[in-house]
């Protein structure tokens, strides 16, 4: 079965502690993304990548760190540094070579710091 | 600096009855936009990109530059229509998102 996939669904954290979000995808894509979705502020890009062993800061990079190490994989690691983690988050690829714009979407992994 | 805006977060109207979800962007150069979707337990996906100038399950969307709109549009609203929905903009491979906007369409 084609297509993202994210683990944890669910994801609870101690203040202070690092934790790491799975994506993977079997689609070929070059670009990966991640997202943060908080209510009512839509999806916010935190940072996204078009080649392997390469990446980028979206607009809250902040206390988030990523890696892109092989194609099919982009995974995302909250750090104990990112003052407001809990959230919802979101990974997505994009076919560049296509150039049709779209992104494909996990379901989504929701990270709790209790 | 690129962003995009969806006035309403919420919107509700009756089954039959036409409805417009509104978009608004910024953007300094030739924007690339796009309506995404997420009905309930199902994933967020690609409802209709402008530059195809595709209606997709009835809607359809006009990228109106002057007004530096593109707002989503459907004569005749179904219940099945009840989803989130997302305005975006692409530059340069990224994705800017709105808010979303919640169409709840009552029986």
């Known amino acids: 079965d084609g297509g993202i996939t994210q683990s944890p669904k669910y994801l609870f954290r101690k203040e202070g502690q690092n934790v790491t979000l799975s994506c993977e995808q079997n689609l070929n894509h070059d670009a990966m993304y991640w997202y943060r979705q908080d209510p009512g502020q839509g999806l916010r890009l935190i940072y996204y990548s078009q080649i392997v062993n390469d990446f980028q800061k979206g607009d809250i990079a902040e206390g988030y760190s990523v890696s892109r190490e092989k194609k099919e994989s982009f995974p995302l690691t909250v750090t104990s540094a990112q003052k407001n983690p809990t959230a919802f988050y979101l990974c997505?690829?994009?076919?560049?070579?296509?150039?049709?714009?779209?992104?494909?979407f996990g379901e989504g992994s929701r990270l709790t710091v209790l | 600096a690129q962003r995009v805006t969806q006035p309403e977060k919420l919107l509700s109207v009756f089954k039959g009855a036409p409805v417009e979800l509104k978009c608004n962007y910024s953007?300094?150069?030739?924007?690339?936009l796009f309506w995404y979707v997420q009905y309930s337990r199902q994933r967020l996906q690609l409802l209709l990109r402008h530059i195809s100038r595709e209606s997709i399950k009835g809607f359809t969307a006009d990228l109106n530059k002057g007004e530096t709109s593109f707002h989503l549009k459907k004569p005749f609203a179904q219940e099945e229509d009840s989803a989130m929905y997302y305005c975006?903009?692409?530059?340069?491979?990224?994705?800017?998102f709105g808010s979303g906007t919640k169409l709840n369409v009552k029986p």
């Open positions: 975006a903009l692409t530059n340069f491979n990224k994705f800017y």
């Open positions: 997505a690829s994009s076919n560049l070579a296509a150039n049709t714009g779209e992104l494909f």
């Open positions: 953007y300094s150069g030739s924007p690339e």
